[in-house]
């Protein structure tokens, strides 16, 4: 029999495309988790400096070791650290003992880097068979990938539909020709107390600068109170003319 060759081996566990696959997780991840706060074009940077950190990491290594596989699993390795270590001293931060504080970057980043120091002497030993590895991790790579991938996809779809429906609803709203739509001034002071609040417990008299909203044709509503107590949820009920759990979120359009 002869000896099988890394040429006839699946390609998955020829090639190490993994780091780069575990480069671009965190960015598209976090991209992923606040793509209704953040358009899509806020990944681009970041995304391209972590290729790009990701690969003269690797030609670094692969001067040293001359092996793209063995310089492929230390470079992933590092990037773990490198991207997990803000989410661990998060977490740790709080911890306490005798008034002591355990977990500062004093004391957690000498922690880091003797873990990068054990995994280069660990990915060095000539003895580490990295075939199997690789296979494993471009497998882990390209699911991590998945789920953030899946989230973008169908935000951008419940948006499409969504603009699709609030376009088919403002249709239907149309002026007749001869009229004039009217100027419509909504004024959310946002944080500022009511009038007689402010007089009663702060002796505070704000009557002129009402009495002028109102020269100006302004309706100023009196013993005004929100629904709610913060001011997302209070504007989300107000412009929609309803309570936030009456609204059907996944039709609202996103901007």
Request: aromatic fraction near 14%.
């Amino acid at each position: 029999m002869k000896p099988v060759t890394n040429k006839k081996l699946p390609w998955l566990q020829r090639v190490p495309l993994y780091p780069f696959l575990f480069a671009i997780y965190p960015i598209l991840a976090l991209l992923a988790f606040n793509i209704s706060e953040v358009d899509y074009s806020s990944g681009g940077r970041p995304l391209i400096l972590s290729i790009l950190a990701t690969g003269i990491l690797i030609l670094i290594f692969y001067l040293i070791y001359r092996d793209w596989k063995r310089t492929a699993l230390i470079s992933t390795i590092i990037l773990i650290l490198f991207f997990s270590y803000g989410h661990i001293y998060i977490l740790l931060k709080g911890v306490e003992v005798g008034g002591f504080y355990l977990f500062r970057h004093r004391t957690l980043a000498p922690i880091w880097i003797i873990l990068t120091v054990m995994a280069i002497w660990w990915t060095s030993r000539k003895s580490l068979n990295t075939t199997p590895i690789t296979h494993t991790l471009n497998i882990v790579g390209l699911f991590l990938l998945i789920l953030p991938i899946i989230q973008m996809v169908s935000f951008f779809v419940k948006s499409q539909v969504s603009q699709t429906n609030a376009e088919k609803n403002s249709s239907a709203l149309n002026l007749k020709v001869s009229h004039q739509p009217p100027d419509i001034y909504y004024i959310i002071l946002d944080g500022y107390g009511r009038s007689d609040i402010l007089k009663s417990e702060f002796g505070y008299d704000n009557s002129d600068f009402l009495n002028s909203l109102r020269d100006q044709g302004f309706f100023v509503a009196d013993c005004a109170q929100s629904n709610y107590a913060q001011t997302q949820l209070s504007l989300a009920s107000s412009l929609n003319f309803n309570y936030i759990r009456n609204i059907n979120l996944n039709a609202m359009p996103q901007l």
